[in-house]
């Protein structure tokens, strides 16, 4: 299907239209090692294909006077400070000479799988850990997360019968940003913790100073669990025949594994007839699946030693996962952030809270999306229900206004985070469903497409977040709360958010085809 791409111009140029064709290939790209190649003219394109090779002398998405570190001319906030620049200087070189974790290619077919989802005709489902960590990484917690993920998707699919874009916050989600620079106890002064790619999480001088040889484990632990996932998606346990076998001991007996099961038993008698029809489970489209990973963009110089220059279009690519997004607190439009990001050509997301102005909103969207590319740009809200109802119409009409095209898609975790009794922190079921609510009624109202969910969760049987169908109170915190940083949705919590979301997405698809009818 051919949608419309808008090539915004300068000030002074009118926006062009062109078609923008959804075209596939499975030609991987070959890279080469960072180089900063001189800046070409630019050549507006008579026609543009996001998987083709280049077609004028300024490949299309390679932003002019920029370099991968660029961002050192501007303002670089949330940033360690190391004791040994010189140690960090090494471990930089080392991790440029490192192969990629992921490819162009794939980035790029991620890209058109979110331009579906920015017209309605795909849905984002993004979850995974809310920080990864050294400790916990095994291939059973992989597994598990992955599971839940692939039985969300399959709960999603059902409901909505339209394609679920999969995308993990994994194989690479190690950093966080902090509210404080330091952490108090006792009077005991250290700096915070911020990610295991960082520092450390024990209440020690030793532990929170910053330490480099950390950001090479975890590229290495990215690697391995990007190779697992791979073997998942790809190896035959994602197989469609195999949906009766993702349902994880601890939710069997539940009420989510039990609608669960119902649904799996609709879904092999779907598999029934389509074998009846010739589509045999040995067909490609029954035994794999495709998945991405992402992870927010915040320590600099690890993106920076992680982007190449991919061949076959000459753009560059930040190999370290297949889509980034920029957070509330460095989206900052003169930051050093934000100008990083407007230079890779990969998928890139903007967290948006309450706070965001409509028109700072339109202006980033500009910077980091200059030709209004379809799938580039996706704006993942964090508001709680009560200010998504109140501010989030007038960020969809200013966006509108700008004929600017982005994926909405709503993160209900980090505007509902509360302190527990206790002193731990949690976050409400029930605020987080009725955040979602929000954001589907919101998009009703104004036409527009809600495009996607993003969710802190695991496939653990953690008690993090209260509420769901096997309440968490307030006193089981305490029993498996095993968070690294912020709370996170458990799987059977997870299931049963998934069958919510699925209804809305049914009820939309049945009233668009009752209104088609009429």
């Not at 460095?330 to 997301?349: I, M």
Request: net charge neutral; charged share 20%.
């Amino acid at each position: 299907m051919a949608h419309t791409l808008i090539l915004r111009g300068s000030a002074t140029t009118p926006p062009l239209s062109h078609t923008h064709i959804h075209t596939h290939t499975t030609t991987k790209p070959h890279f080469l090692h960072v180089t900063n190649p001189k800046p070409k003219t630019t050549t507006i394109l008579s026609s543009v294909s996001s998987s083709s090779s280049s077609l004028t002398d300024t490949p299309f998405g390679l932003s002019e006077n920029w370099a991968p570190h660029s961002w050192k001319s501007k303002k670089a906030l949330q940033l360690p400070e190391y004791p040994d620049p010189d140690e960090l200087g090494s471990v930089l070189n080392t991790l440029e000479a490192f192969p990629p974790i992921v490819f162009a290619g794939e980035a790029r077919k991620l890209e058109e799988r979110l331009a579906q989802a920015a017209f309605g005709e795909a849905f984002l489902l993004q979850g995974g850990d809310c920080a990864e960590s050294f400790k916990e990484f095994n291939a059973n917690n992989i597994r598990d997360t992955f599971r839940v993920l692939l039985q969300m998707g399959i709960v999603l699919t059902y409901g909505a019968q339209i394609p679920i874009i999969k995308v993990g916050r994994m194989a690479g989600q190690f950093a966080k940003p902090r509210s404080e620079t330091f952490e108090i106890r006792d009077g005991v002064k250290v700096p915070s913790y911020r990610g295991d790619n960082i520092n450390g999480d024990a209440f020690d001088e030793k532990s929170r100073t910053p330490d480099p040889q950390r950001l090479i484990r975890a590229y290495l632990q990215s690697v391995g669990t990007l190779n697992l996932l791979r073997a998942f998606a790809t190896g035959g346990y994602a197989a469609m025949q195999r949906v009766s076998r993702w349902n994880l001991d601890f939710v069997v007996h539940s009420e989510q594994g039990d609608r669960y099961m119902e649904l799996v038993q609709r879904v092999d008698e779907a598999l029934g007839f389509m074998a009846a029809a010739g589509v045999t489970v040995n067909h490609p489209i029954m035994n794999t699946i495709e998945f991405w990973t992402s992870h927010e963009c915040l320590h600099l110089p690890y993106e920076q030693a992680m982007t190449r220059v991919d061949s076959t279009t000459g753009c560059y690519y930040d190999c370290s996962a297949h889509m980034l997004w920029v957070g509330e607190r460095t989206r900052q439009l003169d930051g050093a952030h934000v100008e990083f990001l407007r230079g890779v050509s990969n998928p890139l997301g903007i967290k948006v809270s309450d706070k965001m102005d409509p028109k700072e909103l339109v202006k980033l969207c500009e910077t980091l999306n200059p030709h209004n590319k379809p799938g580039r740009l996706t704006i993942i809200t964090r508001m709680g229900a009560d200010n998504m109802r109140l501010k989030l119409p007038h960020l969809i009409r200013a966006v509108r206004q700008s004929g600017l095209i982005v994926t909405w898609v709503s993160d209900p975790m980090h505007g509902n985070t509360i302190k527990a009794p206790s002193g731990l922190k949690t976050r409400p079921f029930d605020a987080i469903r009725a955040e979602l609510r929000a954001f589907f009624d919101v998009h009703e109202q104004e036409g527009s497409y809600p495009g996607g969910v993003h969710l802190e969760m695991t496939g653990q049987n953690v008690t993090e977040c209260i509420g769901g169908s096997k309440a968490v109170t307030f006193e089981d915190l305490n029993s498996r709360y095993h968070t690294h940083c912020d709370p996170r949705l458990n799987a059977s919590q997870s299931l049963k958010l998934a069958f919510a979301i699925a209804e809305r997405l049914r009820k939309k698809r049945l009233k668009s085809g009752n209104d088609f009818q009429r």
